[in-house]
C-alpha cells in the first residue's frame, strides 16, 4: 500500500472519529489530509522508499490563533497523539513537540509561509517568477481527506497551475537556455576536444527540457529526484528514456552529428521552430509589459 493510501486509510478509520466527536465545534474551521515534502506526497513511493517517512500519520491544519486559539490546539494535538501507535502494522512517527514536523497539527498560514513565503498563499508576481517549482507542487499535490473551512481546498486551487503570463516568461527563459546548451554549447565543446564539458552541456540541456517539458504542460517540476518519473506521467513520457540516455555519458559515446540529430528530434516533439528564436517570440507574446520587459533569462 502507497504512503498517501496508508494515511487516507488511517484518517478515515480514526481521525475522521477523533474530529467529529471529539472537537465538533472546531470541526468545520479545520482542514486535513497529506501533502507537502516526500514522495508519499506525490505517489512516487515504492518498497524502498519505507525506510523513511512510511507512516499512517497525517496533516491537520488549523487556521490562525484567533480562530483557534493556542489552548485548542494543544488539546487537539494531545488528541492526535492518542491515536493508535501502529495501524496495518506499520509504527506512527515520532512527532517532535516543539514543531518542524510534516505531519500532525499544523497552522496552515505557517504551511504556506514555509513552503511559499506567503501565509495566505496569495503570490505577488515576483514570487510567481522566482519561486522553485517544487514548492508549489508540495503545497498542490497529495490529497485533501477533509476541509471544513474550505480554504486550504481555495489555496490549491489559485495555485493549480502557472498563470499564462508567468508561464511563458519561465518558458521563454528555460527554451533559450535548453537551446544554447542544446545547439551551441554542446557542438563548440566537442569542437574543441573537451568531451567532459561538452557532458556538462548535455546535462544542462537535459535539465532545461526537462523545465520546458512541463512548463508546456502547466505543471509543477518536482524535486530532481522525481522528475524522470513524473516525466513519465507527462505526454512528453517518449523523451524519458531518450533524456536518460544522454545523461549517461552521450557526449563520450555519439558523434557530434549523431548528438545534434538526437537534439532536433527532441525540440521536434513540441516545435519546428528555431528554439532560440522561439523563446524570444513566447516572451514577446507576454501582455503584461512589466513581465514582458524583465531580462528573458530572468526566471533561470
Known amino acids: 500500500m502507497r504512503g498517501l493510501e496508508l494515511?487516507?486509510?488511517?484518517?478515515?478509520?480514526y481521525g475522521e472519529a477523533l474530529l467529529t466527536e471529539r472537537f465538533p465545534e472546531l470541526i468545520d474551521r479545520i482542514s486535513a489530509g497529506l501533502l507537502g515534502a516526500g514522495s508519499e506526497c506525490l505517489g512516487y513511493d515504492d518498497?524502498?522508499?519505507?525506510?523513511?517517512?512510511?507512516?499512517?500519520?497525517?496533516?491537520?491544519?488549523?487556521?490562525?490563533?484567533?480562530?483557534?486559539?493556542?489552548?485548542?490546539?494543544f488539546l487537539l494535538e494531545r488528541a492526535y497523539h492518542s491515536l493508535p501507535k501502529e495501524y496495518m502494522g506499520v509504527k506512527r512517527a515520532v512527532l517532535s513537540p516543539v514543531g518542524g514536523n510534516r505531519r500532525g497539527v499544523l497552522r496552515l498560514s505557517e504551511f504556506l509561509m514555509e513552503k511559499l513565503g506567503s501565509p495566505d498563499g496569495q503570490l505577488s508576481k515576483e514570487q510567481w517568477l522566482r519561486l522553485p517549482s517544487q514548492y508549489l507542487l508540495e503545497v498542490t499535490n497529495g490529497k485533501v481527506?477533509?476541509?471544513?473551512?474550505?480554504?486550504?481546498?481555495?489555496?490549491?486551487?489559485?495555485?493549480a497551475g502557472y498563470p499564462e503570463e508567468i508561464r511563458k516568461k519561465r518558458l521563454a527563459g528555460h527554451l533559450l537556455m535548453m537551446a544554447q546548451a542544446g545547439t551551441y554549447n554542446l557542438a563548440r565543446c566537442l569542437r574543441h576536444g573537451e568531451t567532459a564539458a561538452a557532458q556538462l552541456a548535455?546535462?544542462?540541456?537535459?535539465?532545461?527540457?526537462?523545465?520546458?517539458?512541463?512548463?508546456?504542460?502547466?505543471?509543477?517540476?518536482?524535486?530532481?529526484?522525481?522528475r524522470f518519473r513524473a516525466l513519465r506521467d507527462t505526454g512528453f513520457k517518449d523523451q524519458e528514456p531518450v533524456l536518460s540516455d544522454l545523461l549517461s555519458?552521450?557526449?563520450?559515446?555519439?558523434?557530434?552529428?549523431?548528438?545534434?540529430?538526437?537534439?532536433?528530434?527532441?525540440?521536434?516533439?513540441?516545435?519546428?521552430?528555431?528554439?532560440?528564436?522561439?523563446?524570444?517570440?513566447?516572451?514577446?507574446?507576454?501582455?503584461?509589459?512589466?513581465?514582458?520587459?524583465?531580462h528573458i533569462l530572468y526566471c533561470v
Open 202 to 226: 548535455l546535462n544542462e540541456f537535459v535539465e532545461e527540457a526537462l523545465e520546458v517539458f512541463f512548463l508546456l504542460e502547466n505543471r509543477y517540476l518536482p524535486y530532481y529526484k522525481w
Open 249 to 294: 555519458g552521450g557526449a563520450f559515446r555519439y558523434t557530434e552529428q549523431e548528438l545534434l540529430d538526437i537534439i532536433e528530434c527532441i525540440f521536434k516533439a513540441f516545435t519546428d521552430k528555431d528554439p532560440g528564436k522561439y523563446a524570444y517570440e513566447i516572451n514577446d507574446e507576454i501582455r503584461d509589459g512589466e513581465i514582458r520587459n524583465l
Open 7 to 13: 494515511s487516507e486509510s488511517f484518517y478515515h478509520t
Open 47 to 73: 518498497a524502498l522508499s519505507r525506510d523513511h517517512d512510511y507512516t499512517p500519520d497525517f496533516c491537520i491544519f488549523l487556521p490562525g490563533e484567533d480562530v483557534i486559539s493556542r489552548r485548542e490546539a
Open 145 to 159: 481527506f477533509y476541509d471544513g473551512s474550505g480554504e486550504l481546498t481555495r489555496v490549491r486551487k489559485a495555485l
